[in-house]
């Protein structure tokens, strides 16, 4: 007779107990212990097995000329992966709810499905509503074939035996293996579904995409283990409210995860965002305070984006302080060294920062126009509408350097800024034509004073 019994499952690293903790005494996070059910029978050991020996192989010996990548049709998604999709890896595509994950999968299979034989499983739509999605995307390659089933060993037979070329699960937490006797979409089915999801992809040479649910955090829904199984991870970012996307790799193992792709969502699906620069900085308002164009670099890819700050008088006792799209400790940081350093006061007021677009800054070379914003905010006085700054803050008020400067300058020189703040040990570096105004600065007051003339 199976002994089964209840244990608790940390989601983040798979610690096991057999009674709840609220904090998980193995990673030390809180609320992740989650019911399930476990079979502790033993099972029956076969005496006839024997281990063959595998001789390890020289690391000159092995070959990567063969490596092959698929590219997608979609330039802002193979940038995210590195130059497409590599042949027997597994990416798993995470983000919130109605963000876009099943919609660009779909987008993708119409040019794939030009060479390639694409199987979509999908566990939560039925065939005719895949349909109905695919007429409304302009999806209809002959070469797409559609599998909805939740059974990871009949999905995976099924991949066995038709071979396709691409594989697109939709979504993890739906597939569920009949042996065990949690639920679908619990840590043990999860994970376990990964892992065989994994072992037939890498004995195949077959590359799968898949989805993964997020929980209310943000994070892949599941174990921690989950991302640790797969190749690499891509999130999709923004709000769902907003047409715009951001999509970004968590991790990636055959390419950099600096990079990032920009989409906007139409009623014909996820469109590419060919220059995001121009997108998050159209539409700013002229001649008001508190904003301020700063320049982050994405990977290779220099971006532009309006940081808004309001610095308004508070009616508590304690200043309240509130970031969209920026780091809020940096934030506490910089108008620390406002204070200290470049005599601006922030003691009796609220003040709130806000990158437009959905986009988050997470560069510390943005530090200088978030200190700017918040300045011209406090002083009421408008940033000159031509003017761009960049740079890194220190804890003594000094404008420190930072890299890929030229890039950053000849980005703002092409949308047409033409006085760019710039630190001053960054200045030897650029090279800029003389209508454009390169303003080398030490410290806050020299920056903020530059950009208000």
């Known amino acids: 007779m199976a002994k089964v019994k209840s ?3 940390c989601s983040q690293c798979g610690y096991e107990s057999p009674k709840w903790y609220g904090k998980c005494p193995s ?42 990548r698929y590219h997608t049709g979609s330039s802002e998604l193979d940038r995210v992966l590195g130059g497409g999709i590599v042949k ?14 099943s919609t660009i999968l779909l987008q993708i299979c119409e040019h794939l499905g030009h060479k390639l034989r694409i199987l979509y499983v999908s566990g939560e739509e039925s065939k005719r509503q895949l349909k109905l999605r ?5 999806v209809g390659s002959e070469n797409l074939f559609i599998l909805t089933l939740t059974d990871v060993e009949l999905v995976c037979e099924t991949i066995r035996q038709d071979k396709p070329d691409i594989v697109m699960i939709d979504s993890i937490q739906t597939m569920s293996l009949p042996e065990l006797s949690s639920s679908p ?13 994994m072992r037939t992809a890498k004995s195949l040479d077959i590359p799968m995409i898949v989805v993964g649910h997020v929980n209310k955090e943000g994070s892949i829904a599941g174990p921690k283990v989950l991302e640790h199984i797969v190749d690499a991870v891509l999130h999709f970012e923004g709000d769902k409210q907003m047409s715009y996307r951001i999509l970004r790799a968590v991790k990636n193992r055959y390419g950099s995860t600096n990079e990032i792709g920009v989409f906007e969502m139409t009623d014909r699906g996820l469109t590419e965002v060919e220059n995001p620069s121009l997108m998050l900085i159209s539409g700013r308002p002229k001649n008001v305070s508190g904003t301020c164009i700063a320049c982050a670099m994405e ?5 532009l984006a309006e940081i808004q700050a309001l610095a308004t008088a508070t009616g508590f006792g304690n200043p309240r302080r509130m970031c969209t799209g920026f780091d809020y400790n940096r934030m506490n940081l910089i108008i620390a060294v406002l204070e200290k350093r470049a005599g601006y006061y922030f003691s009796n ?39 761009i700054a960049f740079g890194e803050i220190g804890l003594a008020g000094e404008i420190r350097s930072v890299t890929h400067a030229q890039q ?24 800029a034509d003389d209508s454009v105004e390169i303003i080398p600065v030490h410290n806050i007051r020299q920056a903020f004073e530059a950009l208000s003339d």
């Not at 079979?39 to 070959?63: C, F, L, M, N, Q």
């Not at 027997?88 to 994950?101: F, N, Q």
Request: glycine residues 8%.
């Open 7 to 9: 244990v608790y499952i």
């Open 27 to 68: 990673c030390g996070e809180w609320n992740t212990m989650n019911e399930e059910v476990k079979d502790y029978s033993k099972p029956e050991v076969s005496t006839h097995r024997t281990a063959s020996y595998a001789p390890p192989v020289g690391i000159r010996d092995i070959s990567t000329a063969d490596e092959i």
């Open 88 to 101: 027997g890896s597994i990416v798993l595509l995470g983000g919130d709810p109605g963000i876009g994950k």
């Open 134 to 138: 695919a007429d409304r995307l302009g």
């Open 185 to 197: 979409g619990s840590v043990t089915q999860v994970r376990e579904s990964t892992n065989y999801f």
């Open 299 to 303: 990977g290779t890819r220099p971006i």
């Open 349 to 387: 007021t609220d003040a709130y920062i806000n990158v437009v677009g959905g986009l988050r800054l997470d560069e510390t070379a943005v530090d200088l126009a978030v200190a700017v914003a918040l300045v011209s905010s406090l002083k009421d006085i408008p940033i000159s509408d031509d003017a």
């Open 408 to 431: 950053r300058v000849s980005e703002a020189v092409r949308l047409g800024f033409k006085r760019i703040i710039v630190p001053a040990h960054n200045r030897k570096d650029i090279i």
